[in-house]
C-alpha cells in the first residue's frame, strides 16, 4: 500500500446488514468517508461482499477515489474466493498472514491510522434484530474500535460516551 507521509489511513468497519437501501451506511458512514476523501485519506476495508465493507468500496470507487487509495485485506481462503474481484476493481489486495477474520481485523487497525466506525447501541439492535438479539455481545466492529482505544472485550464502556470516542461530533480524524 503506497501512502504519502502526510496521509491518514481509514480503517472502515461496521455491521454485515446496514438495513433496508443500505440507509446505516449512507447516514453513519458517508459524512465521515466524504470527509476522508476530501482530506486525501487512503482507505483499508475487510472483503465481505455485503454491509459496511462491500457498501464502503462501492462508495470509494463510485466517488471516484482512486483505487490506489484503497486496500481491501484478506486472509489466505478470502483471497481464494475473492481475490480476483478485487484485483480487477484495481484496487489493492493484502493477505494477512493468519487464516481468521480476527487476526486480519488486527492487522487492518495496525495498518491504519483511525477508524470510520459504527455500532449499534442496546437499544438499537434490540429494536432491529429483535429475538436474535442478544444483550452484552460484542460485535466485530466494537473489537476493532476497543483494539485502537486499547480496551479489553470485557471493560465496560458508558456507550453513550463512545460517539464521542469515535469521533462523531467532528470530521478530524482521531489518531491513535
Known amino acids: 500500500m503506497a ?7 481509514a480503517f472502515i468497519s461496521g455491521p454485515l446488514d446496514t438495513g ?7 447516514r453513519y458512514y ?9 482530506r486525501g485519506d487512503h482507505f483499508i476495508i475487510g472483503p465481505l461482499p455485503h454491509g459496511v465493507d462491500a457498501d464502503a468500496l462501492e462508495y470509494l470507487l463510485a466517488y471516484p477515489v482512486s483505487p490506489d487509495r484503497i486496500t481491501i485485506f484478506v486472509t ?36 491504519s491510522t483511525y477508524d470510520i466506525l459504527r455500532w449499534r447501541k442496546q437499544h438499537e ?20 474500535w476497543r483494539r485502537r482505544q486499547g480496551l479489553t472485550e470485557t471493560e ?5 460516551e463512545v460517539d464521542i470516542f469515535k469521533g462523531e461530533s467532528t470530521d478530524e480524524p482521531r489518531i491513535s
Open 20 to 26: 433496508a437501501d443500505g440507509l446505516y451506511f449512507q
Open 30 to 38: 458517508v459524512p465521515k468517508i466524504n470527509s476522508a476523501i476530501k
Open 76 to 111: 489466505p481462503s478470502e483471497h481464494t474466493v475473492w481475490g480476483s474481484q478485487f484485483h480487477a476493481k484495481g484496487v489493492g489486495v493484502s493477505i494477512v498472514d493468519g487464516p481468521t477474520g480476527a487476526e486480519r481485523d488486527t492487522t487492518m487497525t495496525a495498518a
Open 3 to 9: 501512502t504519502p507521509p502526510t496521509s491518514h489511513i
Open 125 to 144: 439492535a434490540s429494536a432491529f434484530y429483535g429475538r436474535m438479539f442478544r444483550e452484552g455481545y460484542v460485535t466485530n466492529t466494537e473489537r476493532n
Open 156 to 160: 465496560p464502556v458508558n456507550e453513550d
